[in-house]
């Protein structure tokens, strides 16, 4: 990969345990983030990946641990103040408007982004034109980066999973992230739409310098993107490194393929 | 025309200096470019070649989908006398390697990354390609590779050359005379390497202006232009007739978004290849299929009335008052909303050419009200050879010749074209130039045809593959194959009778059509093969292949070609076996050695085949396909003397 410019921590996870009752999700989980790397947690299924994604992201608050971010440290967030702090997700299984247009679903990206009020809006007073002027534009430029311009109007239910799933990012690209954390990006999708997928990543992280953190279950995908990659199995960190160290780790082996004993 | 490119731009400037020359759709709104501007862009990108050294009569490669930017630089290469050479955006880099050699192309002005990258895949077995410019910076940000710069810096380099060397656009459009090499189109040459077929100002102008006059084409015209710009159709349409008569060529959003663009423009001035137009009626035909009962049972009356005296208004010939009011009726609610869907509802003149279109496709357009017609042309004569007036379009014909045009056919059918606007050569390739080009100015068009007795010209075939009876009377192959495959249950067809006493014919079935009709009369079937040998099946193609025979028998020339014997093959014909090209066009030669002991049982008088088959899957493995294929003879018809 091309000399990528990678900056100091941005996002510092240590020591996060989380429990449902009885469950236990993670289990001391420590990594951090830097600047404009594009990092992936691996995992089979149930491992936690999920899970910590949900605690970056404010939706669970872990029993013990802390994020840094920035330099400023967190134990309880809700996920609109991570979202305020610049931080975007996607989901798993998509949480878009079906019913809405596909320029619709990503305008809703810039809702934090609206200065002016609802009856502002409502009214077309004030500085609410101008406002939705600019954040159109801007939503445009998604619209044209992410290739799907022949979908503007279409509402989003009608399109196909891939396009579906791009949207998705575009929406969590209108926030204008620092970090975009990717749950399952790849999941469901042919070969083609990985492909496609794994561009627009890369592109992103290229052109806007965002940082990415990705779960994926695709270990040939994430070795080929990622900067580094965190392996969970059971909730627990059983590696963390270069794809190759990764790779070449016999924990991560006998998670994946199984080992005889 | 006396006049260049360039000097027409600026002719355009001065006398319509704020109409709108193109537009571009960008981040979802039409942007437009007026001819002042235009002409300011091509004076600083000029400047910027100047100051890059563009000699006269060097060649320019320009690679990219239709954008303004790179209509400007192919302008701006004119002003200076250099030769644009559009190449076509969707070739493969190795394809790049023999126009940029063959041309000895020091500059490119290309539209992206992808056309970047494959300009430096080349660019070690094109030594001579010193610079590349791009319009769309996305994603070459971190490029270092030396020469490389963004069309951006050109443009910069072109202002700061225009203010230390004021007046030197002036100088060089004055120096340039119509009769310099304009552009050059390379040719797909199915065999050996493409041909570069070198055209003046002159003649892509005489051409354009002649094709303006004859539909009468204003400054008003709008036009989309998402042909690939390579290509001297749309060269011609968006670019040489653009110039020539000042109307507004507009750019879509992106390839996949021309339909849209299209209803959102409305041209005045279209023109496709035979399937945009297929396609677009297949999109229809399945959305009212899904629409609600009332629209349907609308749909389905009108388009009665329509197929009935549609062409016949659209021509222009007496119609009842009756039908007349019916007519206008469904133009009220079926033909002038569905005239919106497609985007035709400002259409004047639409065009359509390029290989043969199905009478059923162009009546359907014709008939709800769409100026659909047809012309004959080439790379080589700049296109505009024979055009179909209005109210004289005709399915099987592509028109008459136009102003300047002269035709001969020789004694073997081949149709010779004399004109203003045919090419100066083959670059480099005299050879190949002379073989096309006799001393007294007729070019060989490798077509066969013949006039009418209208005066329209009729293509049959390309003049190699034509053949003669044992009779003596002409066979023409693709012409009697078309025929055939404009029936949709008929996928393909493969005709013999060269050197033969009678004409037999290899049918493909379209799986997907005759296994609805199959589904609909409740007829079981096992699969393609199954399904290809049912007697219903044989009994549904017979009766397509007598239509043919009795449309050939009204034809003294073709009446002879009619289809005697006929065979269902059991497998779909496929590139993969080498029986189809990659473009779908029947290899006839391959199929009838392939296929040698069917051939000889249509003529032995068998009535029946056993045939064992190789075929090769998608995931390369290979497996055999065996059946006895029935052989069924079929009537033919008496030649109907025509009344003229």
């Known amino acids: ?261 | 025309m006396e006049s260049t490119f360039p000097r027409l731009l600026l002719e355009h400037a001065k006398v319509r200096p704020d109409a709108p020359a193109l537009r571009e759709k960008v981040y979802g709104i039409w942007q437009t470019l007026t001819w002042a501007e235009l002409a300011a862009l091509v004076k600083r990108i000029a400047g910027g070649l100047a100051e890059a050294g563009l000699a006269r009569g060097e060649h320019v490669v320009v690679v990219g989908e239709n954008r303004p930017r790179l209509y400007a630089a192919m302008l701006a290469a004119q002003s200076l006398g250099g030769i644009p050479v559009p190449l076509y955006q969707d070739a493969a880099a190795a394809e790049f390697v023999f126009p940029l050699q063959n041309a000895e192309v020091r500059f490119a002005i290309v539209e992206d990354q992808e056309q970047v990258d494959k300009m430096l895949e080349v660019r070690a077995q094109c030594p001579l390609l010193a610079r590349i410019w791009y319009d769309d910076p996305r994603g070459l940000r971190n490029y270092s590779e030396p020469g490389l710069a963004s069309l951006d810096s050109l443009i910069e380099a072109g202002t700061a050359y225009e203010r230390s060397h004021p007046g030197f656009f002036d100088a060089a459009l004055a120096a340039g005379s119509p009769h310099d090499v304009a552009a050059m189109f390379f040719t797909s040459g199915t065999t050996g390497n493409p041909k570069g077929v070198v055209h003046t100002h002159f003649t892509l102008l005489d051409r354009a202006a002649a094709g303006a006059r004859f539909d009468k084409l204003t400054d008003k015209e709008e036009v989309l232009a998402y042909l690939p710009p390579a290509w001297i159709g749309q060269n011609i349409f968006s670019y040489a007739q653009w110039l020539a008569t000042g109307y507004v060529v507009n750019c879509p959003e992106s390839a996949s978004t021309v339909m849209i663009d299209l209803k959102e423009i409305g041209p005045t001035y279209y023109f496709a290849p035979p399937r945009v137009f297929e396609g677009l009626l297949t999109s229809v035909m399945i959305r009212m299929e899904d629409a609600g009962a009332v629209k349907r049972w609308l749909f389905r009356r009108f388009m009665d009335v329509a197929r009935r005296v549609g062409p016949a208004i659209m021509d222009g010939k007496p119609v009842s008052w009756a039908d007349r009011l019916r007519y206008r009726l469904g133009d009220v609610f079926v033909y002038g909303p569905l005239r919106n869907t497609l985007g035709f509802s400002r259409v004047r003149v639409a065009y359509t050419a390029g290989e043969a279109i199905g009478p059923d496709l162009f009546t359907f357009y014709r008939s709800i009200g769409i100026n659909l017609k047809q012309l004959y042309g080439s790379t080589e004569t700049a296109v505009f050879v024979c055009l179909q007036p209005d109210h004289e379009a005709k399915a099987d014909t592509v028109g008459i010749p136009i102003e300047g045009v002269e035709i001969k056919l020789e004694e073997s059918g081949e149709i010779l074209v004399r004109s203003p606007g045919l090419l100066r050569e083959y670059y480099k390739n005299p050879q190949a130039t002379a073989e096309v080009k006799t001393g007294d100015g007729w070019y060989r068009t490798g077509d066969a045809g013949f006039l009418d007795a209208g005066g329209h010209l009729k293509i049959i075939d390309r003049a190699k593959d034509v053949g003669r009876m044992a009779d003596g009377s002409m066979f023409a192959p693709k012409y009697i194959e078309n025929k055939l495959k404009f029936f949709p249950h008929i996928k393909e067809a493969v005709a013999f009778g060269d050197r033969r006493d009678k004409v037999c014919a290899f049918i493909n079935i379209d799986f997907e059509a005759v296994g609805n009709w199959a589904e609909k009369r409740n007829l079981p079937y096992a699969g393609y093969t199954d399904l290809s040998q049912k007697p219903e099946v044989y009994e549904l193609v017979r009766e397509c292949v007598e239509k043919v025979n009795a449309d050939l028998a009204a034809d003294e020339k073709l009446a002879g070609s009619q289809i005697s014997r006929f065979l269902i093959l059991h497998k779909e014909l496929d590139a993969d076996d080498g029986e189809l090209t990659r473009t779908r066009k029947v290899r006839r030669g391959h199929i009838g050695d392939k296929y040698q002991v069917l051939v000889d049982a249509l003529y032995g008088g068998k009535s029946k085949q056993f045939i064992e088959t190789q075929v090769k899957f998608e995931d390369g493995r290979t497996g055999t396909v065996s059946a006895t294929l029935k052989i069924v003879d079929v009537k033919t018809f008496p030649v109907l003397r025509r009344a003229a």
């Open chain 1, 1 to 261: 990969m091309a000399e990528r410019r990678i900056g100091e921590v941005i996002l510092d996870v240590r020591n996060i345990s989380l429990r449902f009752g009885g469950v236990k999700a993670l289990t001391d989980i420590s990594f951090d983030v830097r600047e404009h790397e594009i990092r992936a947690i691996i995992g089979p299924n149930g491992a936690g990946k999920s899970s910590m994604l949900n605690c970056i992201n404010g939706v669970y608050q872990p029993q013990e641990g802390s994020i840094t971010f920035r330099g400023k440290t967190f134990r309880h967030m809700n996920s609109r103040q991570v979202a305020e702090m610049g931080v975007a997700r996607t989901f798993q299984n998509l949480a878009l408007f079906k019913g809405m247009s596909v320029l619709d679903n990503i305008m809703t990206g810039r809702n934090l982004k609206m200065k002016t009020n609802l009856f502002q809006q409502a009214l077309r007073i004030g500085a609410a034109e101008r406002e939705e002027v600019e954040h159109r534009a801007f939503v445009e430029r998604i619209i044209d980066f992410l290739e799907i311009q022949a979908y503007r109007k279409t509402p989003v239910g009608r399109l196909p999973y891939g396009l579906q799933k791009r949207v998705d990012l575009g929406r969590a690209l209108a926030m204008e992230p620092q970090v975009l954390l990717l749950d399952e990006p790849m999941a469901g999708m042919n070969v083609e739409e990985k492909q496609d997928m794994c561009r627009f990543i890369l592109d992103v992280n290229d052109e806007f310098g965002t940082t990415i953190v990705l779960i994926e279950h695709d270990m040939g995908v994430v070795m080929d993107i990622s900067d580094r990659v965190v392996v969970l199995d059971y909730g627990r960190k059983i590696g963390d490194g270069a794809p190759d160290e990764v790779r070449a780790n016999p924990d991560v082996i006998s998670a994946y393929l199984g080992t005889s004993h």
